[in-house]
């Protein structure tokens, strides 16, 4: 006859150790490791990611680790939880920005969960660059306001009239600029022209010294989020 044996005490210590070693590994991913924050683009810079986050879908814990620019295109109903620590519900607006710096010793761990009817849509320029500071100015450009203006980067607000147009040309300095709304438009970066149909987050990288130009084409007013790199 085969007795059913019980769990010793230290079999029990030994799974709720590995138990608290597997939750600290996941807690361990990084933001752009984690699933539903997908790399779109990455230069020596910035990498950027884009989240989605349907209805009733949760993230992973995980830890943001650089200076970092989160941009809003949706507006969302979430619960955000720091790791240890109670939930806290709350709204995103779309179109706002936030500037964090989330660098050591301000790193963040946390896991989100959309409890909307909607997809939640953010995205998240994490700041690669060890160097800080500007040599330059902020830029004073027709529709052009100044947000932001921090060590790690600068964001100013374009409020593109429609049939007008934005232009840098040979700037020392390096900018990403991203779509916050669907517009029409015509963009001639370093000499090459064309017509695109940007969405939300749409995005162009606009390289030191580049010659860039964007019109809206449309008779709306687009809006656009200007990011300027240090150095």
């Known amino acids: 006859m085969i007795k059913?044996?019980?769990?010793?005490?230290?079999?029990?210590l030994l799974f709720l150790f590995l138990l608290c070693r597997l939750s600290n590994i996941q807690a361990q991913v990084l933001v752009h490791e984690e699933p539903r924050h997908r790399p779109v683009?990455?230069?020596?810079?910035?990498?950027?990611?884009?989240?989605?986050?349907?209805?009733?879908?949760?993230?992973?814990?995980?830890?943001?680790?650089?200076?970092?620019v989160f941009i809003f295109f949706t507006a969302t109903t979430m619960v955000s939880q720091l790791k240890g620590a109670a939930a806290s519900t709350s709204r995103s607006?779309?179109?706002?920005?936030?500037?964090?710096?989330?660098a050591a010793?301000?790193?963040?761990?946390?896991?989100?969960?959309?409890?909307?009817?909607?997809?939640?849509?953010?995205?998240?320029?994490?700041?690669?660059?060890k160097d800080t500071g500007f040599a330059q100015k902020p830029l004073a450009l027709p529709n052009l306001q100044l947000t932001a203006d921090t060590a790690w980067v600068r964001t100013y607000r374009l409020s593109l009239p429609g049939?007008?147009?934005?232009?840098?040309?040979?700037?020392?300095?390096?900018?990403?600029?991203?779509?916050?709304?669907?517009?029409?438009?015509?963009?001639?970066?370093?000499?090459?022209?064309?017509?695109?149909k940007l969405g939300p987050g749409s995005f162009f990288e606009i390289k030191k010294g580049a010659s860039f130009s964007l019109k809206?084409?449309?008779?709306?007013?687009?809006q656009f989020e200007l990011l300027e790199l240090p150095r």
Request: net charge neutral.
């Open 4 to 12: 059913d044996r019980k769990p010793s005490l230290c079999s029990i």
């Open 216 to 222: 809206n084409t449309s008779g709306n007013t687009a």
């Open 163 to 196: 049939n007008n147009d934005f232009m840098l040309k040979g700037e020392k300095r390096s900018f990403i600029l991203v779509s916050l709304n669907a517009a029409p438009v015509q963009m001639d970066q370093d000499g090459k022209t064309g017509r695109q």
């Open 105 to 129: 010793p301000h790193l963040r761990v946390h896991r989100v969960w959309n409890i909307d009817k909607d997809t939640l849509h953010v995205m998240d320029v994490e700041l690669l660059l």
């Open 93 to 102: 607006t779309a179109g706002s920005v936030i500037v964090e710096n989330l």
């Open 41 to 68: 683009f990455q230069n020596n810079q910035v990498r950027i990611l884009n989240i989605l986050l349907p209805p009733g879908d949760t993230t992973q814990y995980h830890v943001h680790h650089t200076p970092s």
